[in-house]
């Protein structure tokens, strides 16, 4: 007994694929200020471009690799809820990536301290490095690792000086 023939079969055409968006390189921080409610900000960095919502909340974007600090606190009718500080590395699309809530998609977080007082000292750390004239953007992203490790140890951390930040400038140099 014969088989019945098997249909030919014939390729169809494949459509061409739109091409893939071309993926955000910024990495964006939704700002929110409402007063004695919710204040998000940030301390320092250079933003790439800022877009306002609103009255109360705007974005910031930043570019890869450069430096943020973001400060968030909550309260309620009780007193304060969320005091925070994360210093954080905008990461280039597809590297690897912390998330972070309000930054989209996230990014390498240099520091991190949670409550007032040890906010507080970070907060005093960047007002230190700004006084030897630093921008707290510029500064060593190791410096900022140094800072949080102190910090969750207990301890003080090293002042960040001109010499240690000309021997940084010098690395960069030699990396590029």
């Known amino acids: 007994m014969m088989s019945p023939p098997v249909p030919s079969s014939v390729p169809k055409p494949i459509a061409p694929s739109p091409a893939a968006p071309t993926p955000d390189p910024l990495t964006h921080v939704e700002l929110t200020w409402i007063e004695k409610r919710i204040e998000n900000w940030i301390r320092f960095g250079r933003p790439a471009q800022a877009q306002t919502l609103d009255r109360s ?6 570019a890869p690799n450069s430096i943020f600090a973001f400060v968030r606190w909550a309260a ?3 007193g304060t809820v969320v005091s925070r500080i994360d210093i954080v590395r905008a990461v280039a699309p597809g590297e690897a990536y912390q998330t972070l809530p ?3 998609p996230g990014g390498e977080i ?3 301290a949670d409550g007032w007082p040890k906010v507080e000292k970070v907060l005093q750390h960047v007002d230190a ?12 992203p ?15 951390p090293r002042a960040y000086t001109t010499e240690r930040h000309h021997a940084w400038l010098k690395r960069r140099e ?3």
């Open 142 to 156: 190791d410096h900022w690792r140094h800072v949080h490790n102190r910090l969750i140890a207990g301890h003080m």
């Open 76 to 78: 309620n009718d009780f």
């Open 110 to 112: 240099l520091l991190r």
């Open 57 to 62: 909340r705007r974005i910031v974007s930043f």
């Open 174 to 176: 030699c990396e590029e």
């Open 102 to 104: 309000f930054v989209r």
């Open 129 to 140: 490095v700004e006084a030897i004239g630093v921008n707290g953007a510029d500064v060593a």
